[in-house]
């Protein structure tokens, strides 16, 4: 990603944080509104409602847009330079959630030979060597290869372990380029 789109995404991200903040402020203005004037004068209750509704509408949209460009950058390296998205990706590199991913990894592996199919068998010892990477407190994980990783067992459309249309070489070749993102944990 060059310098000029991670400000570009930068940038929009902090425009559809302002939509969501503005629209949803309004939103709740109007339906506040809306509530006073089924008391004081009904003709505007049910327009004001309708507003506020509509108007909300618009900022969960902005929100959604926001999370999901969020999602979407939070898996580039070059892009933690935007606050959001790193924190995002550093989400993905706790502890914790490496317990959950390791889990995971063992569950795919644990399930009967002629279930796994050649695909998973293939790349079977890289897999384990990832879940017990993943479950070593002693190593850190970059958040970018934290991501790749949770996205390794959970995107049926760009998973090689998951998407069996996708060649399945791109497997070990994911496996590989997670485990490349661990490191040992400098002393304190």
């Known amino acids: 990603m060059y310098a000029r789109a991670v400000d570009d995404a930068a940038a929009r991200i902090r425009e559809l944080r302002s939509e969501e903040r503005l629209d949803l402020t309004v939103a709740a203005l109007a339906v506040g509104l809306a509530v006073a004037a089924a008391v004081v004068y009904q003709p505007l209750a049910l327009p004001l409602l309708l507003g506020g509704f509509a108007v909300g509408f618009l900022g969960l949209r902005a929100l959604w847009r926001r999370w999901d460009l969020v999602e979407r950058l939070s898996g580039d390296r070059d892009a933690h330079l935007i606050p959001e998205v790193r924190e995002r990706a550093a989400r993905e590199s706790t502890v914790e959630r490496r317990h959950l991913l390791a889990a995971s990894v063992r569950s795919r592996l644990a399930r009967p030979q002629w279930e796994l199919g050649e695909r998973i068998t293939s790349a079977a010892r890289e897999l384990e060597a990832l879940a017990s990477e993943l479950d ?36 070990l070749s994911r496996v590989r380029q997670i485990r ?7 002393a304190a």
């Open 136 to 171: 070593d407190d002693e190593l850190e994980l970059e958040p970018a290869s934290a991501v790749a990783c949770a996205r390794l067992l959970d995107d049926f459309v760009a998973s090689p372990l998951l998407n069996l249309d996708l060649p399945s070489e791109e497997l």
């Open 180 to 186: 490349s993102g661990f490191r040992r944990r400098l």
